[in-house]
C-alpha cells in the first residue's frame, strides 16, 4: 500500500509559532524524508467558511497568506501537493455520504467540536456546516487515501472520528476506504504550544500569537512580555517551570548549539532550567535568550516569505496545479465509494445488463 500524508489548515489568517512546531516543522521533515508516496498539503478554505460565511473575503485574502506561509516554512511544490479545499468538488459528495453513518449524538459528544463551539460562543446557534465538520474532515483524509494524518493533540478526537466513519463504510459496503494512522509531534511540548499570555490556546481572536512572518521587533516585544511564573519576583526566589510560557517555549525550539551561540554559561536546557528552579535566575535574562532562538529560527522564514510576495502569480499558479492533481486523485477514491455503495448506474454495464433481462 502506498504510503500518503493529508494534513492543511484554516485560511483565517496568517500561520503563527503554534502551527510552526504543531504541524509545519514536522511536514517538511516529512516531505523530505522519502519515506512517502505522496503528500497532500490543504488550504481548507471551504472549512473555514464554516464560522466564517458572512466574511468571505477574510477566508478569501489568507489562502494566499497562509501559502506564502507554507513554502517560506520549506513546503515545496515539488514534493508536496499544494492544494484549495473548495476546489474539489468530490469532497461535498463524499460528506454528504458519510452523513448517513454519524449520528448527531456523536458529534455532540465530540471534545474538539464541544471546545470549538464554547470558544466561539455558538452555544445553541450552532451552523450545520461548523457542527458537521468533522465528517468533512473525514472525507478530506479519505478523499486522498491518506495513511498518515500528522496532527496535534488537540485533533485526536477528530481523527478518531473519521477512523469511525472509515469502519462503518467498510463494513456496511465492503473494504473501500483506508484508514488512517495520526502522527503526533514528538516533543511534548510541540502538542499544543500555548499562547504568549499563558492561555492554553495560541488563537489570533486572543492576540497572543508569535506569527512567523513577525519582525524582529515585534517578537522581541512580544517575548519580553511572556507570562512566567507569578510567584517569582527576585531574582533569588525560586522558579517554577509548570505553565511556565517561557520554559514550554524553550522546550519547543531550543536546540544545544543555542546554548554555545547565545548563552555559553550553560550547557544544556536542563542546566538552565534547574538554575531557575533554584532561584538565582531572572526571568529576563531568560526572555532573552527565548528572543534569540526564536529570532534565529523565524528569521530564513521571514526571509523567504518575502521572496515569495514578489511573484504573487506564480503563487496562484501552484495552487491552481496542485488543486487539479488532489481533484484526480479525490475522483478515483469517489468512483470506489460509488461503486461499493451501488450508485455507480452509468459505469456499470452489468447492471444494466440485468434490469433488461429482469423486463424481457
Known sequence: MSKIILTGDRPTGKLHVGHYVGSLRRRVELQNSGEYDKVFIMIADAQALTDNAEH?????????????????????????????????PQLCELSFYYMNLVTVSRLQRNPTVKAEIQMRNFEA??????????????????????????????????IEQTREIVHKFNTVYGETLVEP?????????????????????????????????EEPDEIRKKVMSMF???????????????????????????????????????????????????????????????????QEVLEPVRNRRKELQKDIPYIYEVLKKGSEEAEKAAAETLDKVRSAMKINYFADPELIREQAEKFR
Open 228 to 294: 512566567t511564573d507569578p510567584n517569582h519576583l527576585r531574582v533569588e526566589d525560586p522558579g517554577s517551570l509548570e505553565g511556565n510560557t517561557i520554559f514550554t517555549y524553550l522546550d519547543a525550539f531550543c536546540q544545544n548549539e543555542h546554548f554555545e551561540r547565545y548563552l555559553p554559561d550553560y550547557g544544556n536546557l536542563e542546566e538552565l532550567k534547574a538554575h531557575y528552579q533554584r532561584g538565582g535566575l531572572g526571568d529576563v535574562k531568560v526572555k532573552k535568550f527565548l528572543n534569540n532562538v526564536l
Open 56 to 88: 468571505p473575503e477574510k477566508v478569501r485574502q489568507n489562502v494566499v497568506e497562509v501559502a506564502l506561509d507554507y513554502m517560506a516554512c520549506g513546503l515545496d511544490p515539488e514534493k508536496s501537493t499544494l492544494f484549495i479545499q473548495s476546489q474539489i
Open 181 to 213: 494512522k495520526v502522527l503526533l509531534p514528538e516533543n511534548q511540548a510541540c502538542m499544543r504550544l500555548p499562547g504568549t499570555d499563558g492561555k492554553a490556546k495560541m488563537s489570533k481572536s486572543l492576540g497572543n500569537c508569535i506569527y512567523l512572518s
Open 125 to 158: 446557534s450552532i451552523p450545520v456546516g461548523f457542527f458537521t465538520y468533522p465528517i468533512s474532515q473525514a472525507a478530506d483524509i479519505t478523499a486522498f487515501q491518506a495513511t498518515t494524518v500528522p496532527v496535534g493533540e488537540d485533533q485526536l478526537p477528530m
